[in-house]
């Protein structure tokens, strides 16, 4: 390189940048290295702390969906956060919770603790509800009022809670209620009336005037949406077995019952008597009166005054009193009718008729559709009625009818993705072409003339070096010849030498020829040549 002038040198340097780029720039798009996610859920306070980690580790990595997500290469995936985890655990890279009481200093004031002790109750609830597969992250507010003496002097305790779920996902009811219930439970004093729960638009899931019988009302509009389902499903899992996949839709209309009723019933069989316990009384009375007699007045009440009355009448009483106890059985019926259960059933259910190929004379096909026939409807409707549990005292009914499908072609649709998956495979063609075309082209202007100049500039200084005439040829054997080798080399260029022919290409390509049968000693003689030129 120092023999070359700046020119040649600068286009041999930039020439070989050029390349050693283009061999980094194909190594990339070759290897096609992919991230796989380090930590997800990553919040602005903690995204500082695993970024300045990695750049002191001198890791690779990349931040995505707006710093949530933080990725490196798969192969330093386990590494890496065995690394961060060990030095940070997760009092850093997640909510602070109970942990936060592992140091306390002697000198903390009460206020300090119950505003530690809210935080610590805070992140702990925020890590249960961010366990859940729908919940991103979440954020927790607890207000905790300070107590008092009297309890009508002291505050309820109320939270709210903000749910950040992943796309395309929601908490269903049942999840919401688990959220309301663990806050509730978690947090002392607290009912579930207090607790608010909302989602990152503001929607409010929960509202804490909720009654029972509003959250009872929902679980009956699930049972009734689930029971139908189930219904439906079952009258096409059997119709479609027979009028083939995809030819039949039912639905079904089922009314439950909102109330919660409860009755009690008495019956009694006359027929079945028996004498249980039999009382009798009987009274008999036996009686006489004397008629009055005697002298009327005073005198009847002197002395010595008898009295001769005469028998009046005599007087007999007979009683009888019977009371016959019989034991009559008797039956108690107590039933309950729960909500929830069906009190009427409407079905409609639509079948496709049947699809008949039919050849024209010229040799075409033609699709035509029929009906099907009365008999086979009485039979379906018997079918569809034994699965769903028919009942007419109930007032169900069910309703068929055979009308044509019609069925939806996605030929447009068809010719979208193959236009979507040519332009693919055209964009893919001509990437590479492109690719293909810049390597020849670097192949054909760079590295070709490159070769061919370095190989011309030797040949250059290599003929500039060789003796042109035998009066040169001659100063050489006037050279010592102790070195080794020169004693056997010079007679043999001496040989090949022409006079007739000192000036033409013959004399050059006998010498290049003996300079390739044995370069060390050839390069000893020119060595020898130049020293003695110089001199």
């Not at 950040?164 to 959220?179: E, N």
């Not at 056997?488 to 006079?499: F, K, Q, R």
Request: aromatic share 6%; hydrophobic share 40%.
């Amino acid at each position: 390189m120092k023999s070359l002038s700046p020119v040649k040198r600068f286009s041999a340097i930039a020439s070989a940048a050029i390349f050693v780029i283009t061999l980094i720039v194909l190594g990339l798009m070759l290897s096609g290295k992919t991230y796989v996610p380090l930590f997800t859920k990553v919040t602005a306070d903690h995204l500082p702390i695993i970024v300045d980690k990695l750049k002191q580790m001198s890791i690779p990595f990349k931040i995505e969906e707006g710093g949530a997500v933080v990725t490196v290469p798969p192969e330093l995936l386990h590494s890496t956060q065995m690394a961060i985890m060990t030095e940070h655990s997760d009092t850093k890279l997640g909510s602070i919770g109970l942990e936060l009481f592992d140091h306390v200093d002697l000198g903390t004031t009460s206020y300090a603790q119950r505003v530690n002790y809210q935080r610590a109750l805070q992140g702990e609830l925020m890590r249960a509800i961010n366990s859940l597969a729908v919940v991103r992250k979440s954020k927790v507010i607890l207000a905790l009022p300070p107590k008092k003496t009297f309890l009508e002097d002291a505050g309820e305790t109320k939270a709210s809670v903000i749910v950040d779920l992943f796309p395309g996902t929601t908490l269903s009811k049942a999840q919401v209620k688990g959220i309301i219930n663990l806050v509730a439970s978690a947090v002392e004093n607290m009912h579930t009336n207090n607790v608010s729960v909302i989602d990152s638009y503001g929607r409010e899931l929960s509202k804490s005037n909720t009654s029972e019988s509003s959250a009872f009302s929902g679980e009956l509009a699930e049972l009734k949406v689930g029971k139908e389902k189930e219904l439906e499903e079952r009258i096409e899992g059997i119709l479609s077995r027979v009028v083939g996949s995809g030819k039949v839709i039912a639905k079904v209309e089922a009314t439950l019952n909102m109330n919660d009723t409860s009755s009690i019933e008495e019956t009694y069989d006359a027929e079945k008597t028996a004498v249980r316990s039999i009382q009798k009384q009987e009274d008999k009375m036996n009686g006489s009166r004397n008629n009055p007699t005697g002298i009327p007045g005073a005198r009847a009440n002197l002395p010595g005054a008898e009295e001769n009355g005469t028998v009046g009448f005599n007087q007999e009483t007979n009683k009888d009193f019977s009371v016959t106890n019989y034991e009559v059985p008797k039956t108690v019926t107590k039933s309950r009718k729960a909500p929830g259960s069906i009190d009427r059933l409407s079905v409609a259910v639509l079948v496709d008729g049947v699809s008949k190929v039919e050849k024209a004379e010229d040799g075409t096909s033609k699709t035509t559709w029929a009906p099907r026939s009365e008999e086979e409807l009485r039979k379906y409707e018997a079918l569809v009625k034994s699965a769903i549990g028919f009942n007419e005292k109930r007032g169900d009914s069910v309703k068929i009818e055979n009308i044509e499908f019609q069925f939806e072609t996605f030929s447009d649709a068809d010719d979208i993705l193959q236009s979507i998956e040519t332009r693919k495979l055209l964009s893919y063609v001509i990437r590479w072409s492109v690719i293909a075309l810049s390597l020849s082209l670097f192949f054909l202007l760079v590295v070709r003339p490159f070769i061919t100049w370095i190989t011309e500039s030797f040949r250059e200084s290599v003929d500039d070096m060789l003796p042109r005439t035998i009066e040169e040829l001659e100063e050489l054997q006037s050279v010592d010849s102790t070195l080794p080798g020169m004693s056997a080399t010079l007679p043999v260029l001496e040989e090949s030498l022409d006079p007739d022919k000192a000036e033409s290409e013959l004399l050059k390509e006998r010498i290049m020829g003996i300079i390739e049968k044995d370069e060390d000693k050839s390069a000893n003689a020119l060595k020898l040549w130049l020293i003695r030129r110089e001199m």
